[in-house]
Every structure is written in C-alpha cells, then in structure tokens.
C-alpha cells in the first residue's frame, strides 16, 4: 500500500496505518451533550402499562425463531464462522440452546458483551487498490450478536404492532 510516495509493506505496518487513517478520519469520541428532560414526551407517546408487561416477558421460542428466519440469508458469518442459515438449517438442533441463551439474557446472567465484537476488514472498490482510500470498511459481527439485536426488535413489533 502506498501513503505519501512510501511504500508500506508488512500486516503491523498496515494495520497501524489503517488504524491512524480512520482514527484522524471519525475523529476523537466526542460526548453529544444531548440531555432530555423528564417531561418530554407526551403520555400517547409513552409505553402503556400493558406494552411495558409485554416488553418485559421472557423471549419465546416462537419469538426467537421468527428473529433467525426473517434474517437475511448469504451475508457475511462473522468471526465465529457461523452464517445464519446454520441457525436456520439446524434450528431443531439449536433451538433448545437459543432458548437458554435469551432466557440467561433475560435474566441477566449473560454477558453479551462476549458476543458484541467484529472484526474490521478493508475490501478494495477498484482493481490493483493500492491507497488506503480505495478500499471500503466493513465490520464482520457475530451472527449471534445479530440474533440478540433483531430479537429485541421482534419483540417490540410484536408489544406495539406492525408500524410501531
């Protein structure tokens, strides 16, 4: 890869010089300083009771099967090499452990941190790239991580309806 007529060769090299690029690019963390106020919402925009009780109910199985087979199929497996349709496929196989799985998240027992990394690789938008700016960023996650994620999003088409 190239940065400023050098040339610069080895995997640390170009990870440390991948790194700094998009550091300087994104910039430093920056905290929005956005507060609300207690009072912001009106009450027709607030969860009811009723949508509270269902929002706070344990996964159920059917809720956690409709999450694995409305995911897209063919993406990208993730670290863990698992691709969705393995869920999918071998749900039979897996659904008791899926299961156990949303009722320790429930429960706060699990540490889903352990499932939320990914890892960063850069895929070249041309032929022969060979500057960093030729190459497009796309993070890897754990289809399980992504299974958590749209899980909760289930549920809450399912405590709000449809068009929530």
Known sequence: MKHKDQTIEGDGALVDHATQFYKELFGPYAPSGLHME??????????T???????????SESEIKE????????????P???PVEFYQHCWDIVKEDMVAL???FHNLKLDIGRFNYGIITLLPKVKE?????????IC???????????GSDVKTRQSYGKDY
């Open 49 to 59: 009771l009723q949508e509270n009780v269902e929002l706070e109910k344990a996964f």
């Open 140 to 150: 890897l996650l754990n289809v399980i991580y992504k299974i958590f994620h749209k």
């Open 80 to 82: 863990n090499h698992f």
């Open 67 to 78: 999450t694995v087979f409305s995911m897209e199929k063919n993406t990208a497996p993730g």
């Open 129 to 137: 790239a060979n500057n960093i700016k030729q190459y497009r960023p």
């Open 38 to 47: 207690p009072g912001c919402w009106d009450p027709y925009e607030m969860v």
């Open 102 to 104: 949303f009722s320790n």
